[in-house]
Structure formats: C-alpha cells, structure tokens
C-alpha cells in the first residue's frame, strides 16, 4: 500500500515539476524570441524596438524600453515563480524517486558498493559544489572572455558527470548532473539575476540611474541559463533511454548529448543575425546518429565451439524468474513494486520472448536488475546474452 501511494505521489509531483518546468523555459524561450525579433530601425531615443504579433485570435504590440520607462508601472509582472517552482518540485521529485529508493535507483554494486546515505550525500552534495564552483567562475576575471568561461563550465559538468559515474548507478549519476546544472540555473535567477531586476525597478522608483554591473551580471546569467536549457531538458528524458545512461562511458555519451544541445541553441538564438550558422542542424542530425551507431552494443564474445548450440527460452527461464520477474510480474513480489515497472511483465517463455530485445539491451547494458538488488552473476548474465544470439540466428 505504501509503495502504491508513493507511486501516485510521485506522479502528482512528476507532473507539477513537468507543468512549471513548461511554463519556466516556455517564458524564457518566448523572452528571447522577443529579443531577437524586436524591430530596432527608426525608433525613438527612449526605445530600444517594438514588434507586433498575432496570437489567439488577437493583436499584441510590445515595446522594449532601452533603459526604463519615466515612472514604474503598475502593475509590473515579473517570472519568477516558475523557475522556483520547477526546482521545488524538482528536489521533491528527486527526493521520491532517488532518496526514498537509493538503494534500487542510486547504488550500482558493480559501480560502488556504497551506503544509500552516502549516496544521497554525494547527491546533494553534488548539487551544492556545483552552484559554488559555477558562481566563483563567473565572479573571476575569467567572466570577461565569455567563451573560455562557457568551455570551462561545460568542463566542470563533464567532470562532474564521470565523477558521479564512478560513485552512483548511470541513471542517478545522469538525473543529479541534471539537477546540478538545473540548481545553478535557478540560483542564477534567485541570486543574480532577480537581484539585478530589483535594482532596475528601486532605481526608476528612486529617478536614479540604476547600477549598471548588476545588470551585466544578470545578462550573463541568463545566457548561460539559455544554453543550459537543451542538455537539462534530455537529462529530464535519459531515464527512458538505459542505452544512454547505462553505456560504459556515459559521462562521455552525456558531454557528447550536451554539446550538441548547446550548438542546437546556438542556431536558434544565432539564426535572424547575419552570422547565422546554417549548418549547425544538419551537423546536429549527423552528430547524433554518429552517437547511435558509436553506442549499438556490441555482440556477444563469440561462443565456445561445444556451446553452439542455441539456447532455448525455458532454459534461460529459471534465471529470469529468479532475477527479473519478481519485479517484472503482473505481481510482483519483491517490496515497493506495486505493478510490473515499465510494463514489462517476464512470467512467462512468451512473455520473454516478446521481450527479448529489451531484455538483451538491459542485461548488456547492465542496466538491469536494478541496483542488481537480485544479485544477478555475469554467467548468469552470459547465459542470457548466449540465449539472444540464438534466437537472432534462428
Ligand atoms: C528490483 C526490481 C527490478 C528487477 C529485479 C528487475 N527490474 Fe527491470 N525494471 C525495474 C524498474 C523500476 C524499471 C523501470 C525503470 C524506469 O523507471 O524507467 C525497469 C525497467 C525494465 C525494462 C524496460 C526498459 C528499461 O531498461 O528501462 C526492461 C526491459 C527490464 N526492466 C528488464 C529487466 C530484466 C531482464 C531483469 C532481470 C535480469 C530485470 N529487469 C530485473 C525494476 C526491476
């Protein structure tokens, strides 16, 4: 029952973390179209351009002023919430998949035989060293050569992901780079760059002009925040996807995933400016199915000629049903697992043979047992691998 109630918890959470994450970077993609597209020629001192729009059924005029309007407006609408709340939920969110669940979701025994508190601790202590390397970077002389300062960031998660991996499960060490980098983005905003707006506001309320390297400050910020949107938003997904996170060199895999995430933004931020790049996208395409034809796992060691024979299902079955089906049940026995996960049920020979090219995926991905909480043993685990090839021969 506890397991069950903790299942919808996490989906009233999942869904909040997924409303608020929506509406944060769907305002701050909408922000920066707004940039990009205002129309800057023939327009008063005082404004720094205007555009038209049709949305809804409806007309909209928008103007930027180029410094502030004469009195502060009322009411001034800010978005801040969004960005609060998906980090919220997001902590939430970790908290109820990862933290109540380490020792399934964090501890890989053939990764690091670690207790679920140090797990946890790494965790979150992962989360606050990040915010802190990333905020002393940018308060450093090296702030002022921008792109040296975006190669050492995306360094740092790079090391931060092949660290992580070499403590926690591929899955968790993914999901806390991903909270890592969405941390630093929500601080960005809470620490420097809502600052950076109040100043703005107190300086039109107080007819001074405001303090121009907090806003320098902010503008940085919030770049980076823009570059950081892409990568964050496929570590949200990598848990769907084991032949990502559960690749030997993942952290690889992940820097790989991430970079061409940041050149996608490029394009879209770059694309209405005559140093537009158009070859980012199909380089992105190729990129990427290099990344899957570099990552198609690889066959099976070559079998011992008096093993040739192919193995038949039932006789992998004993393996599976000790090893899998205690969780892949249509009732599952094994404690927290309320229905079979993913809605893969492995009862049965046909139920394994529908299967079987996930089955081959996570048992060569070793994404799968989970945490190998049924201590499954690499024959085992060969046997298996033997089986599949077999039935792809056949
Ligand atoms: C302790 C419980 C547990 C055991 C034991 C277990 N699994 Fe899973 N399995 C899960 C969970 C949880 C998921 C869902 C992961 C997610 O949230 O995406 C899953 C997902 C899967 C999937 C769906 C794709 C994927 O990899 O996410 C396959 C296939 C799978 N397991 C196969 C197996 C096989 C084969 C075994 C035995 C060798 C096994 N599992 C043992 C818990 C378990």
Redesign the pocket.
């Known amino acids: 029952m506890e397991a069950h109630f903790q299942d919808w918890l996490s989906l009233v959470v999942r869904w909040i973390h997924f409303i608020t994450g929506v509406a944060w970077i769907g305002a701050s993609f909408y922000f920066n179209w707004l940039e990009n597209h205002l129309e800057r020629q023939h327009k008063p001192d005082h404004i720094a351009g205007d555009l038209w729009a049709v949305h809804g059924g409806g007309f909209y005029y928008l103007k930027k002023f180029q410094v502030a309007p004469e009195r502060l407006p009322e009411p001034l609408h800010w978005f801040k919430w969004e960005a609060y709340g998906t980090w919220l939920s997001g902590i939430a969110l970790l908290t109820i998949v990862y933290y109540f669940n380490a020792r399934?979701?964090m501890i890989d025994p053939a990764v690091a035989d670690l207790s679920e508190a140090t797990a946890i601790a790494i965790g979150l202590g992962s989360l606050l060293l990040s915010w802190l390397v990333y905020d002393l970077l940018c308060r450093s002389p090296l702030a002022r050569h921008g792109v040296w300062l975006a190669l050492i960031i995306f360094a740092y998660f790079t090391l931060l992901a092949w660290g992580l991996s070499q403590w926690l499960s591929g899955?968790a060490a993914f999901i806390h780079v991903g909270a890592a980098v969405g941390t630093v983005m929500v601080a960005n905003v809470f620490r420097v760059i809502i600052p950076a707006q109040k100043e703005l506001v107190d300086a039109v309320a107080q007819r001074r002009p405001p303090d121009a390297t907090k806003g320098k400050h902010a503008l940085l910020r919030s770049r980076h925040n823009n570059y950081f949107t892409l990568p964050v938003l496929f570590i949200m997904i990598s848990?769907?996807y084991?032949m990502t996170y559960?690749h030997t060199r993942q952290w690889l895999l992940l820097a790989a995933i991430a970079a061409i995430g940041v050149g996608v933004r490029h394009y879209f931020n770059i694309r209405h400016l005559p140093q537009a790049r158009q070859w980012i996208l199909p380089a992105a395409i190729i990129a990427l199915l290099g990344l899957a034809a570099a990552t198609l796992p690889r066959a099976p060691e070559a079998v011992a000629t008096e093993d040739k024979a192919a193995i038949q299902s039932a006789e992998v079955m004993p393996?599976?049903k000790q090893?899998?089906?205690?969780?892949?049940s249509a009732e599952?026995s094994?404690a927290?697992?309320p229905a079979a996960?993913?809605?893969?049920t492995?009862d049965s020979v046909d139920d394994l043979e529908v299967?079987a090219a996930?089955?081959y995926?996570?048992?060569a991905?070793k994404?799968?047992?989970?945490?190998n909480?049924?201590e499954?043993s690499e024959q085992?685990r060969q046997l298996?691998l033997r089986w599949y090839q077999g039935l792809q021969q056949e």
């Open positions: 399934a979701f899955r848990s769907h084991p559960g393996v599976i090893r899998c089906s205690v969780c892949h599952p094994f927290g697992f996960p993913a809605g893969v492995l299967n996930q089955v995926q996570a048992v991905n994404t799968m047992p989970l945490g909480l049924t499954m085992e298996l």
